[in-house]
């Protein structure tokens, strides 16, 4: 499980984050939406201590993600495909982090077969597609089989083979009773693959519910996250 409590980040006086409070419960998943510059990427660094709260906090299983061990075992993390070193082989990269985190190499294996990477994983990262990357950096997440997992952005890059193939990832990941959280500006995707919604902007929380209820209340589960965030995009168009 994941918990924020009133998580709070300023940058230089500019409020990313602003008094953010929710919970992201297992068995679902649990679609994070809102507008660029919401606050979803600097969220989901809080929640891996890869950026400290100016105030709140940021728990998994009630603890801070720097109180972890082990923590590839805890949470695991898709948040940008590209902080891979380019000259580092697949393979190679995996099992450094796999090492760090008492993971032995056949589980590097099993995560390169789920992904679909085994035939290219002594290649060197550097010449793969930004999808290639996304699958290596889902591979990653997954490798240390934690009960959290955080994905901002996963379906970037990917065919329509591959979106049909992250849908059911996440699925599958949930059913399996894990915590899945998930940023996504695809809409109709999101509709079909999240059970739950949160939608920020502005580094506020504007709604926490399930597809099925803002369904019920609009046309599409687009036309509810239009409306709702309506006063919070930051480059708006004309609508
Ligand atoms: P999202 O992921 O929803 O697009 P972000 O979390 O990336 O939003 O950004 C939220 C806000 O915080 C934006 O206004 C962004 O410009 C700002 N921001 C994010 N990271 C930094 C940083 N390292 N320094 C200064 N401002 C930042």
Known sequence: MIEVRELTK?????????????????????GFLGPNGAGKSTT??????????TSGEALVHGRRYATFRRPMREV??????????????ASDHLMC???????????????????????????????????MRQRLGIAAALLGDPKVLMFDEPVNGLDPDGVRWIRRLMRSLAEEGRTVLLSSHLMS??????????????????ADTTVAELTGRYPSLEDAYIDLTAGSVEFGAAR
Do not use: C, K, Q, W
């Open 10 to 30: 300023s940058y230089g006086g500019v409020l990313a984050v602003d008094r953010l409070s929710f919970r992201v419960e297992p068995g679902h998943v649990t």
């Open 44 to 53: 989901m660094r809080m929640i891996l201590g890869l950026d400290a709260p």
């Open 76 to 89: 695991g993390a898709l948040l940008d495909a590209d902080a891979v070193h380019g000259g580092r082989r």
């Open 97 to 131: 982090l796999a090492r760090a985190n008492d993971i032995g190499a056949t589980r590097v294996a099993e995560v390169l077969e789920t992904v679909g990477l085994t035939s290219v994983a002594r290649r060197e990262i550097g010449g793969f597609s930004l999808g």
């Open 189 to 206: 995707e999101m509709a079909v693959t999240a059970d739950h919604v949160l939608i920020i902007g502005r580094g506020r929380l504007i």
